[in-house]
Structures are given as structure tokens and as C-alpha cells.
């Protein structure tokens, strides 16, 4: 993973880490808001000592002494002995959890701070505990202080003053911690969401997944479920260049056997295969090619309505021996190009036996040798098995995976399908990915609409 990736990442999931963040600091404002406040009250005292001697080596010694006891001193002043002194008849415990002792360092300045909900009590235990401290002080250093030694006293300093405002809860620090939790929670859930999703989301991952070239990648376009013709609706021009790219790509395959019969399916329902195989054939019409658009999906059939042509007869009556192909036939007008499309006909109960019956691959064959390409819309692979039957009898099979939807297991799956119906796998499609739009509204995609010459690529046996 790389910044860039993350960025990425980031970028795409910007609502929901904005609407964490917005959560996180409602939340630590409503929290902070119903806490109680806290008033610190802080008294500071020296601890000095003198003798009767009044020698220099005698003060020295005894200022030494005074800094070298601070540390315990400090500890006493939260000692049990100290703190029962000052309870109020309260609870010993909990008041030392809230008295604070330190001792200045490089002084003989001892500071004791005291935490508690009102402040005028807080102030009145902080000078209480300097008054308890300096008498137990004076009654342990007095007996060990000999004749005409040095001795100890603790006087007060600055006294507690009733404290204004509460030292905590504080609202911009809880803020900004909560803030900090939430955007590090929600990134991080992100990051291994990421992590552990096998979802297929970009060309690199379907091609280690598939071991075979991507064909094209098509970007999302919101009103591809009302208007799914969009090289003839004038949809917008990165991806009616993105249809032409997959054109030029499937034309300049390079397999032993140039492709006269295309299976167009996906694994899961729902990847948009009829969507490409609707426009893939337009556009390959467009290019001067002769195409016979064949709709294999007999269970739930798209092809028919998008290209707007009667539904029957059809296929199943082809198949069934009711109808010749000729007669079944529906010739599409397309810009710079006829279309020949093979509705499904009645939708029988058993598709996946008709698509499998005998006559199923001359009918294949003769269509094939009536035009340059012979495309078939089919199901997808893994609910049923329509798609497999299909590609047994074409020359190659074109896979449509939707951004985001199948997991490798699903792809996985599929290619077993197909490999255990001797089916040639000539590419894939990632469809639907976002981010696919860039900048070709800038740059013209079409010179004209005449019609290409017919290459050959395609139909160099015709």
C-alpha cells in the first residue's frame, strides 16, 4: 500500500471519515458538557533550616540537608497520617488520590495541590494540609535534632487561593481527542476493510485474477439503466471511447484463431454484461463490420428492449424449428451501420437444455458465416448454467466484472466453468469503474460518422 493508494482511499471515503469526525466531536463536546467540574487549589511552602551555632560549614550542611529529605517530604505530605488530619470526617482514600505533591526541583520549595468539586473547599484543604505538614514535621525532626543542631521547619509560601475556574473537564483538549480517536478509528477500520476485501476493484487484480488481458475498462455512468445505448444516445465521450478502445482491442487480439462467435457474459447477476454487449456490438457495426447480435439470456432477456425491436419470433422458435433465422432476423439502424439482432423469442421453461440441444451450434455456425462476428448476450455463469453451455459452442468468451462486485473465489469459480466446458476465455471487462471519466470531453472522440472499412481483422475468412 502506498500514499498514493491511501490517498486515494481517503478521498473516496471522505463522507464517512467527515461523518465520524462529526460524530466523534459531538460526542466528546456532550460528554465534557455532563462531567463534573474539578477546581485545583495549590500551596506552596519552603522548608528551611537554622541553627544556634551559626557557622558557614553548619548552614551549608544543613541547607544540604534540607534538599536531600525534599523528595521524602513530598511524600509525606500525602501520606495517611497527614491526609486523616484534614478529612472533615471524609474518606481518607479518596481524598490522597486527589492531593498532589511535588518538590520544586534544585529548591527547597515544596508545592501541594488539591482536587475537589468545589473550590472554596479545595482551598480550604490545600491550607489545612500545609498547616498538618509543618506540625508533623516539627514533631518528627524535633527529637532527632541535637543540642545546638540544625533544625527543620516548614513555613507557608504562597497560600491556596480559591481557584476561578475548574482545570478540568477541558472542552477544546477532550475535542480534540475525541477528534483524534475518531478519524484514527474510522482510518484504521477503512484501511483493513480494505485490506480484507477480495472484491475485484481494479484491471491489475482482474488480470492476476483471470491470467488473461483486460480488454477494456468502462466508466460509470449514472443513467446507464435508462438510456443503456449510450454510443447512440450521445452519452459522454470518455466512455463512448472507452467502448472504442475495447473495440480495437478485441479486433487486435492476438489469438491463432480470429473470434467469429463471442460469448458476452459475467459471474454474478447484476455486472451490466448486456450493457457491454449491447454497445460492444453497435460499435462494432459502426466500424463497417457485419454483426449479428444474438440474445442467449432466455431467462430474463435485456438485449430486445434496449435495442427496441419486437421479441418475436425468435431464438427458442429457431431452435424449436418454428421459424428460419432469416425470418426471425431484426435489422437496427445504428450511426454509420446496420445491426442485425436475433431476439430471444417465448421464454421456454428448460434454457439451459435448448441452448444445449443440437441444433444450438449449426445455428452458431451459420450466423458466423453469414457475418463478420456473431455476439451473444448470455447469463451470468454461476447462477446457472447458460453461459457455459453457450461458450462450448463459440470461439471465445468475453467476462464482465462490475467494479467492486465479484470475489476472486466468484472468479475463480467462473473460470472453472469455463475451462470444464472447453470454452476460450479471449478477455475481460472491468465495468463500472469509477474515476473513469478524465478528460476526453476535452479532445475530440469522433471524426465523422462514415462508416469504416472493413479491416478483416475480424472476418478475414469472409
Known sequence: MNLLFCLWLL??????????LALSVVTAGALTAVMPPTYAASVS????????EGGTSTAYQAALLSEQRMRSYANL?????????????????????????????????????????????????????????ARLIDDLESPARPPDGAKVSVSVVDRAQVPSRPVRPRLLVNVALGALIGVTVICGAIVVKDRLDTTIRTSQALRQA?????????????GAGRHPLVVEQSGPPALIEAFHTLRANLQFTNTERRPRSLVVTSCLPGEGASFVCGNLAVVLAEAGLRVILVEGDLRQPS???????????GLTDVLAGR?????????REVPAGRLSVLPSGPLPANPSVLLGSPPMRPLIDELAGACDIVIINAPPLL??????????????VLLVARFGKPRLHDMAYALDLLSSAGAHLLGTVLNFAPG???????????????????????????
Open 45 to 52: 511552602m519552603l522548608v528551611s533550616t537554622s541553627n544556634q
Open 383 to 396: 447462477p446457472v448454467t447458460d453461459a457455459a453451455v453457450l461458450a462450448a459452442n463459440c470461439d471465445g
Open 303 to 313: 438485449v430486445s428492449e434496449h435495442l427496441k425491436v419486437g421479441g418475436r419470433p
Open 210 to 222: 483471470t491470467a488473461v488481458p483486460v480488454l477494456g475498462e468502462i466508466g460509470f455512468e449514472r
Open 77 to 133: 505530605l500525602t501520606s495517611r497520617r497527614v491526609i486523616q488530619a484534614i478529612t472533615e470526617g471524609g474518606d481518607v482514600d479518596r481524598l490522597r488520590e486527589n492531593v498532589e505533591a511535588e518538590a520544586v526541583p534544585d529548591t527547597v520549595l515544596l508545592r501541594a495541590t488539591v482536587n475537589d468539586g468545589d473550590p472554596h473547599r479545595a482551598a480550604r484543604l490545600a491550607n489545612s494540609l500545609s498547616r498538618a505538614f
Open 323 to 331: 421459424a428460419e433465422p432469416s425470418a426471425a432476423m431484426r435489422q
Open 11 to 20: 478521498r473516496k471515503n471522505w463522507i464517512l471519515i467527515a461523518g465520524a
Open 436 to 462: 473513469r471519466r478524465g478528460n476526453a470531453r476535452d479532445y475530440p472522440t469522433h471524426a465523422s460518422v462514415e462508416p469504416a472499412p472493413n479491416t478483416g481483422v475480424l472476418s478475414e475468412n469472409v
